[in-house]
Every structure is written in structure tokens, then in C-alpha cells.
């Protein structure tokens, strides 16, 4: 055993650009695998963080013409143009026990008891939309507005009380600026920030705290006052592959079919697209790896037919078959080896110094850890593809007869 595999070292010793060429095909597939494969992870493990966040919120709200569920109740005010609306539909109320239930669900992230109520003013008849909510709740920001949506002035805080905000269409309307103050429902507000948020479901002509917008609303509402209820609830799952569930799961916790669930289609084909970016990085690994295999046997194959007269001369003088197949599958397995293990060593020298962000194209800070797995995995399937491209030139020398070899040269 030890006699093949120095045999198969000076062999290729001998026949050194050859041996070179075989090793180097290794070395670039190798190192192609590794470079491609890291990058490919890294990519998927950013693409997937971002996708997973791409449209995983929604507002819910039971419309008013449903008969109320044990959880809901109808309160209306005086007035009739005005009430409590969510995209123009007149809705119910929720006690905000009830977004406690929802917080507890496995998918949701984040849930918020949401006022939306419609006022008419009572100087000019204009009516206008106010939300009030709590500063605190992080879903707040993707569904309502957010402080980087803030044009002048500040954002709401949670301690804040008599401010609002105002939409920056509203604003321009009313002719209003932050320092202005504006008069809801008898009750006068500071205008602390004008707001200009992107398409969110729960926007409002103006927002307030929570517990300011109870009590403007209370003033509507004549005898029917309202205490720890809301009309909608703004909620954030925890995955867009699970929005689907979390929105099964909302509508399950009231018996009957009471809660409508609004939200942005785009989390439907942001949970498919994940994923399917890498097909194409996983085809060309493939690729690279049999040209690397084909090439390398193209190799031996031809090694072999060179070496017909030695093969026979070797034959004659007492070698077996046996002894044939394993001196030429030792130089193909050697060969692999040291293209391998230097692949392996190429590939980790090219993602220590070259921004794995780069080679993946997601331009955010990478983590910077080189997979074992993946140096490990490569080297074997250089192996083994060095066991394939001398396996059947191996065979191919091992049937020849001693004679034949002998006398076609």
C-alpha cells in the first residue's frame, strides 16, 4: 500500500505539468465552492433578515354593522357624521383587554390599542380624522407614523400631554405650524410636529397620546363615555411567513366571524422570494465542481493511454490488478488532496481580505465568520471527485492485457 502511493508521488513527480494542471482545477474549484457558498450564506442570512421584515404589519378592527361580539361594544355620538371609522367604515369598539390576548399569541410581535375617531368642527363643519396612541409601542411606528417621518417640529412623546402632530396635508389645509394651536371637541392643543408618513394604514389627520384622544373623544360622546377600549389594533408579527397564522390566530381569540384584518400584500411574496435567490448560486457550485471532476478525468484518462506500455511492462513482471488500480487512483486522490486542501487555504485568504458584502452583494456590515463546514465540506468534495476521475481510468488500465499493451506500441 505504502509502495503505490510513493509510486504514485514520483509518478507524479515526473509528469509535473500535468500534475499541475489537475491540481490547479481543484485548487479553483475549491476555492470557487468555498468563496461562493460564504457569501451565498451570508447573503441569504441578510437578504432573509430584511425580507422577513418587509410588510409584517396590520391594523384589525370589527365594522360596525356586525352585531357586537363579547369582546365589542357599539357606543355612537350625538353627532352622526362623526364616530369611530377605519377606512371609512363606521367600526366597534374592543375592550384593550382584549390586545393583551393578542400580545400573547407566539406570532405577534407587538400589538397596540388604536383610537381613530372622526370629529366635525364644529366652526366650519370640516371633518378630520384623529389617532391617538402611545408613543411607547414600537408598532406604532409601522403602521401610524414614526419620528423620522417628522417634517417640522418633534415627535410625540410618551409623557406628552394637550400636543398633537398634525398630517402634513392637514397642516397646509388648516394653515397651521408647530407653536399653533387648534381647538378639538372645546378642548385647545399645542402643535408640537407636522408629520408627513408613508402609505400606513392607520393614519390620521391628527395624532395625540392615547389617553388625550379618550378624553377629547369622551366629550362626543355624550352618555356613552368610553374607558379602556379602542377600534382598532395595530399589530406586528413576527415573521412575514407567519402573518397568515398571526392574522388566524387574532380572529380565533372572538368567536364568530367578527375581525377584519387589513395589511400590505407585499409580505405574500416577500415570505416566497426567500430563498430563491441562491438557485442560481447553488447551480453554478454544481457546474464548477463536475468541470473540475471531467476535466481531471480527461486528465487520466489520457495519463493512461500515455502509459500503455508501462502499464503492460508492470502487468508482465507480476503487478495484479489490484496493484494497477490503486497506483493510478493514488495520483488522481493526491492530486485532489493538495488541490483541495490549497483551494480551502486561497479561499479563506480571499474572504479574510475581501468584504464578504461585497462578494455577496448586500451592502451591510458582514458578521465575518468563515464557515467550517462549508472548508470541510468542499475538501471532501474534492476528494471524492478525485476518487471519481481515477476510479475509471483505473479500471480502463487494470483490463488491458499485459500483451496487448505490449504490442501497440
Known sequence: MRDSWE??????????????????????AVAIMVVLVNALLYSKEATNSILNRVGTHFIAFVPAHIPPCPECSVKSPDEESEGFVAYGVATNLIATSFVDKVKK???????????????????????????????????????????????????????????????????????????????????????IGIVNPPIRPAKADIYMHFDDAEKVINKRMGTSSIHNEANVILVEVKSSKVQDEAITSMKNLLPGDYLVASSY??????????GINEDAAWMLTIIIGICAVILALKSQLSSVIERRRDIGILKAIGWTDGNVVLQILAESILQAMIGGILGCLVAVAILLFVPIEMLSGIGTPAPGAISPLVLVAAFLLALMGGIIAG????????????????RSL
Open 7 to 28: 509510486c504514485a508521488w514520483r509518478e507524479l513527480m515526473r509528469r509535473k505539468g500535468r500534475t499541475l494542471t489537475n491540481i490547479f482545477g481543484y485548487l479553483l
Open 105 to 191: 399569541l407566539p406570532t405577534i410581535y407587538d400589538a397596540s390599542a388604536y383610537l381613530l375617531f372622526r370629529f366635525k368642527d364644529q366652526k366650519d363643519g370640516h371633518l378630520f380624522t384623529v389617532g391617538g396612541f402611545d408613543p411607547d409601542d414600537f408598532v406604532v411606528s409601522k403602521t401610524c407614523c414614526a419620528a423620522k417621518d417628522i417634517v417640522k417640529g418633534r415627535f410625540l412623546l410618551p409623557n406628552d400631554r394637550g400636543v398633537v402632530m398634525l398630517e402634513k396635508a392637514y397642516a397646509k389645509l388648516k394653515k397651521l405650524k408647530p407653536g399653533d394651536e387648534i381647538t378639538i371637541a372645546g378642548s385647545i392643543f399645542s402643535v
Open 265 to 274: 400584500a407585499c409580505y405574500r411574496p416577500a415570505a416566497k422570494v426567500m
Open 391 to 406: 476510479l475509471f481510468p483505473a479500471l480502463a488500465a487494470a483490463r488491458q492485457r499485459p500483451a496487448d499493451a505490449l
